[in-house]
């Protein structure tokens, strides 16, 4: 009966992780669509660039925070989940802003 609990465990991880992922890209979309209303198209590469570099530092910070709060816990693959399922859409966001920048597109 252990297989039958592990391939609880297994579903169980993929159902969080799919939702963890959906969750972040539409909070990433989110975000997004209000920064891109808040500054005018000439200079929103940039900006977008320099807003995404900061929040990537600021999911490393949680991160850490966590794990020196927590040691190696449970808790701990959990925050590792939520910080990677926002912080892979920012960091897609990051390259191909920088793509853009390089390549002069608006």
Known sequence: MESGS???????????????????????????RKFDEEYSGASLLPK?????VVYMLF?????EAVKLR???SPLEVL??????????PLLVDIVVTSYR????HK
């Not at 977008?48 to 995404?52: C, M, P």
């Not at 590792?80 to 912080?87: E, S």
Request: hydrophobic share 65%; net charge positive; charged share 5%.
């Open 48 to 52: 977008r660039l320099i807003h995404g």
């Open 6 to 32: 592990e391939l609880v465990a297994y579903w169980l991880l993929t159902v969080s992780v799919a939702l963890a992922f959906s969750l972040g890209y539409y909070a990433y979309i989110s975000i997004k």
């Open 79 to 88: 925050m590792l989940l939520a910080v990677a399922a926002i912080g892979i």
């Open 59 to 63: 999911l490393v910070l949680l991160h």
């Open 101 to 104: 920048l390089l390549r002069g």
């Open 70 to 72: 927590l040691g190696s």
